[in-house]
Every structure is written in structure tokens, then in C-alpha cells.
């Protein structure tokens, strides 16, 4: 039958306390309670309590807080757990003891009390009330016990309490509530309350103290490590546990008959959470094991997976996935006897698809235990990356790293970690920021970012908002880079490698799958035993400081070989000195030193260096003379990416100019007949400095009124200009900002319409000219006909800026619609399509998510139910739609 009260203790009566002559056998109340009968008589068996003289157990009576002492104290004796040096301490308490009013039969076991800490100073003003005995609560009653046993048992915080009540429970009593709770000496009544202010009775103490004598009487440890755990296909595990007592746990467990909790208990977790080698809390309920907590942190997936990241698709036999280190997306070949598990319960792949359909707005993410077959692929042998086990969960966040590539006040750009994928991220309203462990701004990452190469780490919501972003000057340690790392620590199950100021683990799994490589004035191959015991040394030899290693990773991230060289032979083995790489904006060259703005070191110049040392992207030669004045020009910003080995002199230089105004001396494009000058453009600064600069091959200008082919006429030359680059140091703008050609410019805006034959701006009439360039953000037709097809809607507003010749025409156009309203036809990948009077119209929206979330929508299949409707379209600033 099940236990009606919240918490069962089991109460001990002390011989000249209160009468005890009676015995279970003769017992004639205890059917009154008969969820409790058993113990009662059990707890009577083994001499922790007696009845009443009149052969009564009284099991509803309530137990004050001076006899709950009592029945610790004599629960801790005679299981051998007293602690002698608090005994016989009435001397020292026996003052305030009586100020408290004490009685006098349980002084000596409150005085134990306070001085083995199960009792504190406050405590005492609850035992009376003007000499009366007070009743103790459900909740002081767990104190007292919990800190009796906290001298063997763990005590956590308590947030893993999951009473319906829980509310109630003091924040002093929530950690021993927790632990009783954990030791499965504490449940809750049939509605899940824990009634923590209600008064203990007699009977619910009995129950108490019989689970907590066979706890300590049988030394049931409850904490021990994981040994060995083996998984029969999800649908059962065998674990091995030896306890910190020497004895040895085997369990045969499963998803439907055991809970897994971590530390805290705030989270419930699969049992396939659980790893060899994990720290582990069992909770038991006499002899049987209930519940698991896992006192260690979750294996990461990267360490239990041979692959992790977000299901891409699954589809006609494949999985694509995208990998949580790179970003980019590998194929795996379902294998015919795949296994699925959801949330680390077995499932199908059926299952699994819908949860991927029902989750678009969320995040499937996956670890895969994967094999490589070579096989025949349309007639040729090649690899073939096969998934043999899929273990799926759905995030509401990613997180990934990556280098950054812009960074402003609302957006993140990054090229992810390992790969050439490119990754930006909006900002969330909550996003926080930090520069390492230190919270900053969004500004301060700005700044930083503008310094030179940064590195981020960014958490990304479900709605692809970043809520995170962690800036560094080091990269993040991920697992497909192919660089040398100090090692850490190596043996059979793993190897601890530091690189970057990140130490990070691999587990091996097996040995026999990965290839072991020495350095020994060449690479010889060898077995684990003979890379280990070049990693331990020989006592015999000299000694090194550090070991230095590189990682073969397959495309799964899986280590498929290391080379492991010892100091001194890091340049020989791997081609290598250790190396300092730095980038960022120069600030200046002087004597022969080069620095950074963003640092106090000075890295030294060598006094020459071949073509493939020193490259300054963007111009026609490459040296040093170019190289230190671009550095020290005022008009000129340098940026560069330097290699330094340890006394920091610069090895490797790359420089490029990131921007840079002046005087145009010459422009050439690319249908100049001189070789040597097509796509150059000479600028000349105001120092005097000249720099011969390589151009794309049709620069984009900030005006209508010139392009690229006017600026080669000599009118322009001698203009001052501003002039922007792409990342290859090549100029791909120039803006004119003082020139004769920019007096004359005449520009009109306004709401357009037709007059005519005519285009009316702002009220006033314009003639087409013959060649009339129309653009526009709000949609992608850009024939003059379709163009005065939508002035003459009526149902359609359009604003233009335009540009007008000499001869008022018009020669081009900048449009944006700002209203339009008709019959919603559908939405379709960043396009809204309505019908009015005169025709289907096509137009630009913003974002899907932003859009569905202005308009109040949950889902896009929620824009069939407009279809049909008379809707108004709103556009934004940018002419794009963003509500209807």
C-alpha cells in the first residue's frame, strides 16, 4: 500500500522517557496506521521502540523537537556513528539549556547536539514555549537528520527538489530535504506534497528511522564511479558501479524503471548520459535503487559521439548533417540497421523525421556513431561515411565558433571554425557579451573587433538570434584543427592536449583504431605501448619539458593518427618553430620594429625577405620601403597578418590596405592598352608619399553622376578621394569627394507617378531618357514597361530618388514601394504575392521568422489560412515588406 504521509522518520522511545513496556506482537492501535504497521513492528524488533504500558504504539501522537533528538542520538549510537568528542558536553551548554527551557531527561542529547552541529543555537527556541514542549515539523525534523548523515552523504544545493509543494520548504531545510529525498528515506504523500510545516508523527518517524538504521547498519554507501556500462541497444544497460566502501554495484537498468538526474537534480537525463569512468550518487529504497545522480558534468557529445551536429535532412537513405565544429555539412549513408534514439530512448527513423517536421523553428541536433567503407560508388572505389547509431535531442540554441569578419552593434559575421563556411547572427534583444570571462558591451566587442583578427564563440536562440557572443584574441580550441598542441597528459583511453591557452580531451574508445607515430630523427611508426612509453621517458636518457603532438582527424572528427615529438625536435618533426601569429591594423614601423594597435609588443623586421615572405596585397611590388611607409602614412590604414617565432622577429608578413584617401594622380581601368597600368589608380597622400594601387576591374562610386570609365578622364585627376578595399587589398571603390564633376549634379525625390508619357517626381514632370536604369529593393522587375505598369496601379505607392540629366531626363532611378494592397495569392521564400486590379505583383519581405512574428503568426503554413484575403502591405524604411 502506498505511504499517505509526506515523510516517513522512525522514532526511538529513551528507556525513563516515557513508558515502553509494550511490544509489537501486542500492539493493539497499530491497524489504525496500517501503511505503517510493518515497520512499526520492525523497528520494535530490533530494540529501537517500544509502546506504551497499556500495550499501545499511540502511532498518531506527534514527536516534540527534544524527543526527535533523542531518537537521533540513539539512532547514530547504535549504528556506531556518534561522534565521541561531542559527547558528554552538557557542562558547556547546560546554561542555555535551561534558558530555553530544556527538559531535563533530553539535556545531554541536546547538548550532543549542538556540538556535533546537527543542532544549532537558533534551533533551540522552537523545543518550548513557556515550558511546554513544542511539536517539530516535518521539515526541522529532515534538518536534524539530514545534518546527522551529511558526515557520510553529499549535500548539494537542493534545487533538484521536486515536491508539489516544494515552495514551503525553507531554503535551510531544502539541501536535507534533498538528500533524505536522494537516500530514499523521504517521499511525498499520494498528491506529491511534501507538507513541510505539518507536525511528524510517531508513526512516520518509525519509518524513518528503520530506513535510516538499514542505510548505516549495512554501510550502503551511496556515492561510487561508473566501472564498466554496456548498452544493449538502448532498450537496457548493464553498469557496474563500485562504491566508495569497497563493495560493488551491478545494475541492470532502463529508461522505464530508473531516473537519472544531474548533481543538482534539476534536470532529468537518459541513461545514456551515463559514462565509464562517471562519479555517481545512487538513492535507495531499503535494499532497491530508485533513482541515479550523476555527480559529474555530462560527457560533452563531442567526446561520446564520433560525429555531432544539426540534422541538415534525413532523406531517401542519407543524413546530411551540420557539423557543430565547422559549420559545414557532411552526407552519411544510413546503414540498414541504424538504431535511433530519442532523448536517449529508442525510437524510429519515422519517428525521428517527425520530429524533425515538427520542429522547423528549433534545432535537431545529433551525435552519430559512424564507420567508412570503401566501396563502389558508380563504378569507383571510394569512402563512404556510414551512420550506424543516431542519438537525437531538439535544442532550443546552437553554439559555434569561428574568426570574426564584421562586427557592428547588431550583428555578428564569422567564418566558422575549420572551414570556409561563412555564419552572421543578428543580435537578440538579451544578448549578452563578454570579452573572455569578462562581461562587456556590444561596443566593447566592436572596438576590439576593429583591432584586428578576433575570435568569437556565439549562441545562437531559435529564432537565429545570438544571446551570446564571447570575443577572444586566441582561437577556440575545436576538434578538426590540424595544428600542433602541447600535450597534457596521454595514455590508453585518451590523450590531454593545451593549445591557445585551452586544454582540451580526446577519449580514444580504441586504441587499435588510431595510428601512432614517434619522432626519432624521422617518424617511425609504432604501437600505443611504444607511443606511451615515449611519452613517459626513460629515467635512463635525458629528460625533456614538453611534448608536442598533431592530430589526423577523419571527416567525422574521429583522431585517426597522432605524431608526437619531443622539445627540441618540434622544427624537424613538424617544419616548425614555435610561432606567435598575430593580425591586426599597424599602427607604426620604426627602426626596423612593427606594431600593432591593439598590442605593446614590437615584433622585429629582418632586413630582407623572398617574394613568398612579404606580400602587400593590392599593390603592383612588394618591399619593405612600400611597406614601412603605407605604415606610418596618416592617410593609409595597414592592416596585416604576421608569423614570429619566439624571440618575436617576423618570419611571414601578408599586409593590405584596408583604407586610404588622397589625391588621384591616375586612374586606369581595364580597357587601358598599357598592361602595366590596367587596374591601377596612383594616389598620392598628403605627406607627399605616392602609391601605385591595384583596383578591381570596375570600382563601384557612391553617385550616379560618374562611373568607373569617367573617372579615367582627365577631369577627374587631381580629385580627392576616398578610396575602399576588399579583403584582397584591392581597391573597390572610389568615392570623389572634391571634383568640378560634382557641381553640377541634379537629384529629385518624391512619390512617382505617370504623366502621361512622362514620369511625375515630387509634382513635377520628367522625360524617360533611352537608356533608364531602374532599381529597387521592394522588387526585381526593372523594365521601364513594368515600372509605369505599377505607377499607373492605383493600389500601389512607390517613392523614387532619381537622377536627372542636363536635358531633364531621367537616367536613373532608385525605387521603393511604401503601400500596397490587393488579394493575398502566397508567400514564397522572402516574397509576398498579391493581386490588385491590373496584375499579380511580386514583392521583397523581410526575413521569414520576423515576418511571421510581426504578423502574429506561428508557423508558415499559417500564411495559406491569408490566401484569398484583402491584406494592406507595410513596407520599412529599406522597402521591404515587414506586416500585412
Not at 622577429?649 to 602595366?676: F, V, W
Request: charged letters at 30%.
Amino acid at each position: 500500500m502506498k505511504r499517505k504521509m509526506a515523510m516517513a522518520l522512525a522514532a526511538v522511545l529513551v528507556a525513563g522517557s516515557l513508558p515502553v513496556t509494550a511490544s509489537a506482537a501486542t500492539f493493539t492501535d497499530i491497524n489504525e496506521v496500517s501503511w505503517a504497521s510493518s515497520t512499526i513492528q520492525a523497528v520494535s524488533d530490533k530494540g529501537l521502540i517500544n509502546g506504551y504500558e497499556d500495550g499501545t504504539f499511540r502511532a498518531k501522537n506527534n514527536v516534540t523537537y527534544s524527543e526527535a533528538m533523542v531518537m537521533v542520538y540513539n539512532l547514530m549510537s547504535k549504528t556506531g556513528n556518534l561522534k565521541t568528542s561531542a559527547t558528554n558536553t552538557l557542562s558547556i551548554y547546560q546554561s542555555v539549556l535551561n534558558t530555553y527551557k530544556i527538559p531535563t531527561w533530553s539535556q545531554s542529547t541536546v547538548a550532543y547536539g549542538l556540538s556535533a552541529q546537527i543542532l544549532m543555537a537558533a534551533d533551540l527556541p522552537k523545543f518550548t514555549t513557556n515550558g511546554v514542549s513544542n511539536p517539530a515539523t516535518r521539515q526541522d525534523v529532515a534538518v536534524m537528520f539530514g545534518r546527522a548523515l551529511s558526515e557520510k552523504y553529499d549535500i548539494y544545493a537542493g534545487t533538484g527538489v521536486n515536491y508539489n509543494d516544494v515552495w514551503r520548504i525553507s531554503d535551510e531545510a531544502m539541501p536535507y530535504v534533498d538528500l533524505l529525498t536522494r537516500l530514499g528515506i523521504v517521499t511525498g504523500d499520494d498528491s506529491g506534497n511534501f507538507n513541510p510545516t505539518a507536525n511528524i508523527t510517531r508513526a512516520e518517524m518509525a519509518v524513518m528511522m528503520n530506513k535510516t538504521y538499514d542505510l548505516l547498519s549495512n554501510e550502503l554507501a551511496n556515492t561510487g564511479e561508473i566501472t564498466e556500462i554496456v548498452n544493449h541497444d538502448g532498450d537496457y544497460y548493464d553498469v557496474d558501479v563500485k562504491m566508495d566502501n569497497g563493495e560493488r554495484n551491478r545494475l541492470t537498468l532502463s529508461d522505464d524503471n530508473i531516473s537519472v538526474y544531474n548533481k543538482d537534480g534539476s534536470r532529468e537525463l537518459p541513461i545514456s548520459s551515463l559514462s565509464k569512468g562517471d562519479r555517481v550518487s545512487l538513492v535507495f529504497d531499503g535494499l532497491v535503487i530508485t533513482k541515479i545522480y550523476l555527480l559529474d558534468e555530462e560527457a560533452s557529445a563531442q567526446e561520446k559521439y564520433d560525429a555531432v551536429g544539426y540534422i541538415y535532412s534525413l532523406k531517401d537513405g542519407y543524413l546530411n548533417l551540420e557539423s557543430e565544429n565547422t559549420g559545414e555539412t557532411t552526407k552519411y549513408k544510413i546503414n540498414t540497421n541504424c538504431t535511433y534514439y530519442l532523448d536517449g530512448k529508442k525510437t524510429t527513423e519515422s519517428a525521428i523525421k517527425d520530429v524533425i517536421d515538427d520542429n522547423s523553428d528549433k534545432y535537431v541536433y545529433a551525435g552519430l556513431y559512424t564507420e567508412t567503407k570503401n566501396e563502389k560508388v558508380d563504378g569507383k572505389r571510394q569512402d563512404v561515411l556510414y551512420a550506424n547509431a543516431v542519438y537525437v535531442t531538439v535544442k532550443d540554441e546552437y553554439t559555434q565558433t569561428g574568426e570574426v569578419t564584421d562586427f557592428t552593434s547588431t550583428t555578428v559575421s564569422y567564418k566558422a571554425s575549420g572551414s570556409n563556411a561563412r555564419k552572421s547572427a543578428d543580435f537578440a534583444s538579451d544578448c549578452e557579451f563578454y570579452i573572455g570571462d569578462k562581461k562587456s558591451s556590444a561596443k566593447d566587442l566592436e572596438e576590439m573587433a576593429e583591432s584586428g583578427t578576433v575570435y568569437v564563440k556565439v549562441t545562437v536562440n531559435s529564432k537565429g538570434k545570438a544571446t551570446k557572443v564571447v570575443m577572444t584574441e586566441d582561437k577556440f580550441t575545436d576538434n578538426t584543427a590540424s595544428s600542433t598542441y602541447t600535450v597534457k597528459g596521454f595514455n590508453k583511453d585518451r590523450i590531454i592536449v593545451s593549445r591557445g591557452g585551452t586544454s582540451t580531451t580526446y577519449e580514444f574508445g580504441s586504441t587499435s583504431d588510431i595510428t601512432f607515430y614517434i619522432w626519432e630523427g624521422k617518424w617511425n611508426e609504432v604501437s600505443f605501448k611504444g607511443a606511451e612509453s615515449f611519452y613517459d621517458g626513460d629515467d635512463d636518457e635525458d629528460d625533456y619539458d614538453t611534448m608536442y603532438a598533431r592530430m589526423n582527424f577523419d571527416k567525422s572528427g574521429k583522431i585517426t593518427a597522432i605524431y608526437m615529438a619531443k622539445d627540441g625536435d618540434r622544427e624537424n618533426a613538424f617544419g616548425e618553430a614555435e610561432e606567435t601569429e598575430r593580425k591586426g591594423t599597424v599602427e607604426y614601423i620604426k627602426d626596423g620594429k612593427l606594431k600593432f594597435k591593439t598590442s605593446s609588443t614590437e615584433y622585429t623586421l629582418q632586413s630582407k625577405y623572398d617574394e613568398d615572405s612579404l606580400e602587400i596585397g593590392g599593390a603592383p611590388t612588394s618591399s619593405l620601403t612600400v611597406l614601412t611607409r603605407m605604415a606610418n602614412c596618416d592617410d593609409v590604414t595597414l592592416y596585416a597578418e604576421i608569423k614570429a617565432d619566439g624571440n618575436n622577429k617576423i618570419t611571414d608578413i601578408e599586409a593590405r590596405l584596408t583604407a586610404a584617401e588622397g589625391k588621384m594622380i591616375e586612374y586606369n581601368g581595364k580597357d587601358t592598352s598599357d598592361s602595366d597600368k590596367k587596374n591601377t589608380l596612383t594616389l598620392e597622400t598628403s605627406d607627399g608619399s605616392q602609391f601605385k594601387l591595384k583596383t578591381v576591374s570596375n570600382p563601384k562610386t557612391d553617385s550616379d553622376d560618374y562611373d568607373a570609365e569617367d573617372l579615367q578622364t582627365t577631369g577627374y585627376r587631381g580629385s580627392s578621394v576616398e578610396l575602399e578595399f576588399n579583403n584582397d587589398g584591392e581597391i573597390s571603390k572610389i568615392i570623389v569627394t572634391d571634383s568640378s564633376y560634382n557641381s553640377g549634379t541634379k537629384r529629385v525625390k518624391g512619390t512617382a507617378s505617370l504623366d502621361g508619357s512622362k514620369i511625375k517626381i515630387d509634382g513635377k514632370s520628367y522625360s524617360w531618357d533611352s537608356k533608364t536604369y531602374i532599381t529597387s529593393s521592394s522588387f526585381t522587375y526593372s523594365t521601364k514597361d513594368m515600372f509605369e505598369r505599377m505607377l499607373q496601379d492605383k493600389d500601389i505607392e512607390v517613392y523614387v530618388e532619381a537622377t536627372i540629366s542636363d536635358s531633364n531626363k531621367v537616367e536613373r532611378i532608385n525605387a521603393r514601394v511604401e503601400s500596397a494592397e490587393g488579394e493575398f495569392v502566397e508567400y514564397d521564400s522572402g516574397s509576398v504575392v498579391i493581386e490588385t486590379d491590373s496584375r499579380k505583383w511580386s514583392f521583397n519581405t523581410v526575413s521569414k521568422n520576423t515576418l511571421l512574428k510581426n504578423c502574429g503568426l506561428d508557423d508558415e503554413k499559417d500564411f495559406e489560412k491569408k490566401e484569398g484575403k484583402n491584406v494592406t502591405l507595410e513596407f520599412n524604411s529599406d522597402g521591404l515588406v515587414e506586416e500585412f
